[in-house]
């Protein structure tokens, strides 16, 4: 099956907190470096995204050859067809993709939650962070 054929629909939800000594600009660029198809809401103390798509999330995983690490962070926090991670807020304002785990940051994180409508949630996850064999994508079209 033809990655180009497939039709993702998927729901994209993206929260950060926005703390008193943060300027909320700053936030929000954090979270346009890695969804820039993002439409922001600012709320009281926190932004809010929508997205429909993770293309340029998913190039950034290929880029910094985290696939394995994104493929763990996805199923550790699914739940049925809801996948769920959380990001480093400081690593995002500077365009990187880089997964918080361990000790919440001072800052607070980017917390991330991608409801999967179609496929499935296995086959959205192989085609935003592909399996690897030796460090190489798998199932990639490239």
């Known amino acids: 099956m033809s990655d180009e054929a497939t039709v993702y629909r998927v729901d994209v939800e993206v929260t950060a907190p926005v703390y008193p000594t943060e300027v909320t600009d700053r936030v929000a660029d954090a979270i346009l470096e890695l ?20 293309e340029h999330f998913s190039e950034l995983l290929h880029q910094r050859e985290i696939l394995d690490t994104a493929r763990d962070q996805f ?12 990001l480093k807020k400081q690593a995002a304002y500077e365009g990187v993709a880089n997964f918080a785990v361990g000790k919440p940051d001072e800052l607070g994180e980017i917390h991330v939650r991608v409801r999967v409508q179609e496929p499935s949630v296995e086959a959205y996850v192989d085609h935003v962070a592909p399996r ?8 990639s079209d490239t």
């Open 132 to 139: 690897t064999v030796e460090g190489r994508p798998v199932n």
């Open 35 to 54: 969804f820039p198809e993002a439409e922001l809401e600012r709320r009281e103390g926190e932004i809010v995204g929508t997205a429909h798509s993770m």
């Open 75 to 86: 199923f550790a926090n699914r739940r049925d067809d809801t996948i769920a991670f959380d």
